[in-house]
């Protein structure tokens, strides 16, 4: 049987994994993260802030520049990082680029007493991507609001929207569970007591509505709200493996404030070794063809012991 979680026994988390996975990953330094590249699994450093969120923009860009009436083509993005959005609302502008036939996807939302929070909710992921960055864009230039779409607790027009457009690049974070968007590891629950869930049965989620880890709950509630975690909900909607799939490429972006130094190293060490394990969520990308990791060089760390 698998060890118990250190932080929450009743759920799986990273804590479950064999001791000699984490060490591991512990050891890696800047140039063994680098060498972990392999096809399929792509790792790119960044020296500075600027040039990280200028590269994570023009992601959206680099999509969008691909929409045609005959193929209308876009990007899902995330909440964390969020820096990049004010980013790509003036690279549009600045570019005159026309977003009649671009789509957008949001990557997930909180659910309060069962449905998606709206957005005049402090918190609403919509509104913190409508206030960074599609409000920021011209209006003769913006892509029509029904090519933006947010997920929602009935989940089946979000689901069907996959179908309307390509889905160049999912974009998204790393949380310190160790999930891309709300992803997060399942409860430790029968059938799955004493294992976790199968890589091919968690790949079968498509978006959906969701429990959330208690380090979720602590983590959005130190990024968002100054840790008052009273205010952060307990369940969110999310995109799912399902779509993730559908994803031509996904780039997952580290700043170096979302997750630490150790979560940082054992995603890129699982998904370069394919060692999937849904008590990891980030490394069931391990499947996907296309994948890449990006690291703001100073906010790496290391994993070494400094009392303070």
Known sequence: MRAMSKIAPEWWDYTTLDREI?????????DDIAGLARDGFKIEFYDTVEDFFLAEALEYIDAWKQATPEQPAGICGPIGP????????????????????AHFWG??????????????????FAKADMDLCFN?????????????HFPAADAAEYIAS???????????GQGEVKHWAFNDPPHRKEPYMDEPPPPEAFRKLATRVVDLH???????????????????????????????????????WHPGHHDNPFGMRLSALMISKQIPDSSVPMSLLADHPNVQFNYLLPGLGTCDVEMH
């Open 22 to 30: 984490l060490d591991e990953a512990a050891r890696l330094g800047p």
């Open 162 to 172: 996959w179908d309307s457009a390509r889905c160049v690049t999912m974009q998204g």
């Open 214 to 252: 208690p380090m979720t709950l602590i983590q959005n509630a130190r990024t968002s709200g100054g840790g008052v975690v009273q205010n952060v909900p307990h369940n969110a909607v999310t995109v799912g493996p399902v779509e993730t799939w559908q994803a031509e490429k996904v780039s997952i």
């Open 82 to 101: 969020t820096e990049q959005l004010p980013l790509v609302a003036r690279l549009v502008n600045a570019m005159d680029l026309d977003l009649s036939n």
């Open 107 to 124: 990557m997930d939302e909180w659910v309060i007493d069962g449905r998606e929070a709206p957005e005049s909710f402090p918190l609403s």
């Open 136 to 148: 920021r864009i011209r209006e003769d230039l913006r892509m029509p609001r029904e090519n933006i």
